[in-house]
């Protein structure tokens, strides 16, 4: 059974910092290719960042400068590290994976998806 759980949501003042975490289960390949997406009330979704197989990682311009993503190496873990938060950051923020491995994060699909973690960034 396929389980993506998130954690680290929670409320801050603009300017704090928050870390995101995601655990993958329930493939037998590791690591395989996750994401972090965020919706906000509204609006679309928006893919934040991706990571890969072979460690390559991939960040949106829009939050590259205070956003990091990591994982566990050869493991289905990833983080996103946010710093310098925004009220504008507030959103349900979602963990995906394509469940595959030995794929570059450009040809990932995201077809299994996490309940999301809320983030609140007050002013």
């Known amino acids: 059974q396929v389980q993506l759980v998130e954690s680290g949501g929670g409320s801050v003042q603009t300017g704090g910092s928050l870390r995101l975490s995601c655990v993958v289960s329930g493939f037998t390949s590791r690591p395989v290719c996750m994401g972090w997406f965020r919706q906000a009330p509204g609006k679309e979704r928006e893919e934040l960042a991706r990571s890969d197989s072979y460690g390559n990682t991939n960040v949106a311009a829009s939050v590259q400068a205070r956003f990091t993503v990591s994982r566990v190496n050869g493991e289905n873990t990833l983080y996103l590290e946010m710093n310098s938060l925004k009220p504008e950051d507030t959103a349900m923020y979602y963990c995906?994976?394509?469940?595959?491995?030995?794929?570059?994060?450009?040809?990932?699909?995201?077809?299994?998806w996490g309940q999301g973690t809320q983030v609140t960034v007050s002013s």
């Open positions: 995906a994976t394509d469940g595959r491995a030995s794929i570059y994060y450009q040809y990932c699909h995201f077809e299994y």
